[in-house]
């Protein structure tokens, strides 16, 4: 449709667009390639937005773990015109793992709404599990106390989710395993399910097929309450006292893009993620909505980066 066209159309029909995008796309940056859960709700919430914000292009730059398209944000013109996804990677891992970074996590971005939290999953391959009689968490802490450095886990990476998840885990309950990295998220469920690596944190919505197949055992969650989508399993909270970490992404603009700009890309996404059709397609994903304010994901984007920093430094990982 040709740009004069859209804006006509928004017209007809009682819309009305911001003045500083009218007949001006939006264009949002995933950092990541495509395909991805993240790469996959941004689209949907793009088509979303279309009616209130006129039209969102996702524009995919990934590379140095997310730091490159987010890097693209936080140097990009305040006009609300370009905004993007600020994920547990790139604004509470990286900045610890990462010996220079390329932008401040704190201060370079505006906050507009934290979008979405997804469980990560303690999985275990089935067989190895049911050799070890292995059926809980709790007996996963006894077997690793009863045998010392015998077990081992598989991650996409140091300084992965998985691999920091790992290493909270040891520290939290008292024990030891091998970490075996992997170069991605696949490659390191491939090595659980054929039986290299004795157990992986993994996000939910990558697992939750091989779960219901039968091939993995899932021994908890590590979000604080069970996951709405896979009730019958357990959080770590519950074996684990006060143990807790999980996947999220939101949406940011550049630090000084005006409050009113970003009010009303929060209005609109906000909105649009609590549409039913935006929470059941996010529910196919094993993904919760979020939803909040500017503040409130400000907030909340502080105290997990402040958080991983023990977590990263505890475990060792450092990309120089």
């Given at each position: 449709?040709?740009r ?16 500083w ?7 949002l940056?995933?950092p ?9 709700t ?17 524009e ?29 990677a ?25 979008m979405?939290?997804?469980p990560?999953?303690?999985?275990m ?75 992986n ?7 939750a ?39 999220w992404w ?18 609109a ?7 039913p ?9 094993l993904?919760?909505?979020v939803?909040?304010t ?22 060792g990982?450092?990309?120089?």
């Open positions: 449709m040709q004069r066209d859209f804006c006509f159309s928004a017209l007809a029909t009682g819309l009305s667009l911001p003045t995008a009218q007949g001006r796309p939006i264009r940056i995933v990541y390639a495509p395909g991805g859960p993240i790469d996959v941004a689209r949907a919430l793009a088509e979303r937005v279309k009616d209130s914000l006129g039209t969102v292009i996702i995919n730059r990934p590379g140095a773990g997310g730091n490159l398209g987010a890097d693209l944000v936080a140097k990009a013109a305040p006009d609300g015109l370009t905004i993007g996804i600020a994920a547990t790139t604004h509470a891992i990286n900045p610890w793992l990462f010996a220079k970074m390329p932008f401040d996590a704190s201060r370079d971005f505006a906050p507009i709404t934290q979405l939290r997804v990560n999953v303690l999985v391959n089935a067989e190895t599990a049911e050799r070890l009689k292995i059926q809980s968490l709790a007996d996963l802490v006894a077997y690793a106390k009863a045998n010392p450095a015998k077990l081992n886990f598989g991650s996409g990476g140091n300084g992965s989710a998985g691999h920091l998840a790992g290493e909270m885990f040891k520290r939290a309950a008292g024990v030891f395993a091998v970490h075996i990295p992997y170069n991605g998220g696949n490659p390191a469920q491939l090595a659980l399910l054929s039986g290299q690596v004795d157990f944190f993994d996000n939910l919505a990558t697992a097929a091989n779960i219901r197949a039968g091939k993995l055992k899932a021994l908890a969650v590590t979000t604080s309450q069970r996951s709405k989508a896979l009730p019958d399993i357990p959080a770590m909270s519950e074996t684990l006292r006060d143990f807790e970490i999980d996947t939101g949406l940011v603009a550049p630090a000084a893009t005006p409050r009113d700009v970003v009010e009303r890309l929060n209005k996404f906000v909105a649009a993620l609590q549409t059709e935006t929470q059941s397609r996010f529910a196919q994903l993904a919760e909505p939803g909040n500017p503040e409130q994901f400000g907030g909340f984007m502080k105290k997990e980066l402040a958080r991983y920093e023990s977590v990263v430094k505890a475990s990982a450092r990309v120089d």
